[in-house]
Nanobody
Framework: QVQLVESGGGSVQAGGSLRLSCAAS????????MAWFRQAPGKEREGVAV????????YYADSVKGRFTISQDNAKNTVYLQMNSLKPEDTALYYCAARSVIGCGTLYGGAFGYWGQGTQVTVSS
């Protein structure tokens, strides 16, 4: 079993920054690939960024490239999402997700078996 707890959401103005955290626990093999997803009201869930916690490789959705950075602190079993130059369209409920490392790199939500409860990010214009 894997447990994921997100934190760091909040309300900011456009152009501002936020850092989300995802504290993970449980079997390491099932959380060696970590990702952030988001879902805005009335829209489908969207993959934002993913990190292979073994080799550090990262992948991003085109919509956030150059603005968001996913990173990890293995000592703290925590994955972060640094979000800069935020836009109103980034407003969503952000979820942390985990899976095994095999095939890590996809932003397809169906590939992830473990999910956090979500943290709200609101960006005002």
């Amino acid at each position: 079993q894997v447990q994921l707890v997100e934190s760091g959401g909040g309300s900011v103005q456009a152009g501002g920054s936020l850092r989300l955290s995802c504290a993970a626990s449980g079997y390491t093999g099932s959380r060696s690939c970590m990702a952030w997803f988001r879902q805005a009201p009335g829209k489908e869930r969207e993959g934002v960024a993913v990190i292979n916690t073994i080799n550090g490789r990262t992948y991003y959705a085109d919509s956030v490239k150059g603005r968001f950075t996913i990173s990890q602190d293995n000592a703290k079993n925590t994955v972060y999402l640094q979000m800069n130059s935020l836009k109103p369209e980034d407003t969503a409920l952000y979820y942390c997700a985990a899976r095994s490392v095999i095939g890590c790199g996809t932003l397809y939500g169906g590939a992830f078996g473990y999910w956090g409860q979500g943290t709200q990010v609101t960006v005002s214009s």
